[in-house]
C-alpha cells in the first residue's frame, strides 16, 4: 500500500509563494508519474501540474504555466510544489497523486491510482 502526505499549505496574500511537498511511502511501487490536483469549494477536483518520475518533465494546467513548477527528489521519494504569484483563484485544496501505470501524460483524476488527503492552500485578496 503506497501512502502519500503532503504538506506546506497555509494562507498567502495575494503575490505571495508556497511550497508544497507530497512525501510517498509504503511497499515498493512503481510509478510513472506524480502529480497535484486541487480542488475549491463546489468545483470539481482539477489537474494543476505532473512529472514523469523517470525523466522529470513537467506539464502544467495552462492556469498555472509560468507560475508554478513541480519538481521531484527519487532518492528521497518526494515531489514539490513550488507555486509563485499566487492569486486568490488559487485558493483550494491541493491533492497529490501517483499514477503507475499510464503510458501519456495523465491530467484526468481517474488516470491516477493513489491519492493524499490534501493541503489546503488559501490566497487572501
Known amino acids: 500500500q503506497v501512502r502519500l502526505v503532503e504538506s506546506g499549505g497555509g494562507l498567502v496574500q495575494t503575490g505571495g509563494s508556497l511550497r508544497l511537498s507530497c512525501a510517498a511511502s509504503?511497499?515498493?511501487?512503481?510509478?510513472?508519474?506524480m502529480g497535484w490536483f486541487r480542488q475549491a469549494p463546489g468545483k470539481e477536483r482539477e489537474f494543476v501540474a505532473t512529472?514523469?518520475?523517470?525523466?522529470?518533465?513537467?506539464y502544467y494546467a495552462d492556469s498555472v504555466k509560468g507560475r508554478f513548477t513541480i519538481s521531484r527528489d527519487n532518492a528521497k521519494n518526494m515531489v514539490y510544489l513550488q507555486m509563485n504569484s499566487l492569486k486568490p483563484e488559487d485558493t483550494a485544496v491541493y491533492y497529490c497523486?501517483?499514477?503507475?501505470?499510464?503510458?501519456?501524460?495523465?491530467?484526468?483524476?481517474?488516470?491516477?491510482?493513489?491519492w493524499g488527503q490534501g493541503t489546503q492552500v488559501t490566497v487572501s485578496s
Open positions: 509504503g511497499r515498493a511501487f512503481s510509478r510513472l508519474y
Open positions: 512529472i514523469s518520475w523517470s525523466a522529470g518533465s513537467p
Open positions: 497523486a501517483l499514477d503507475r501505470f499510464s503510458r501519456q501524460v495523465p491530467t484526468n483524476t481517474w488516470e491516477y491510482d493513489d
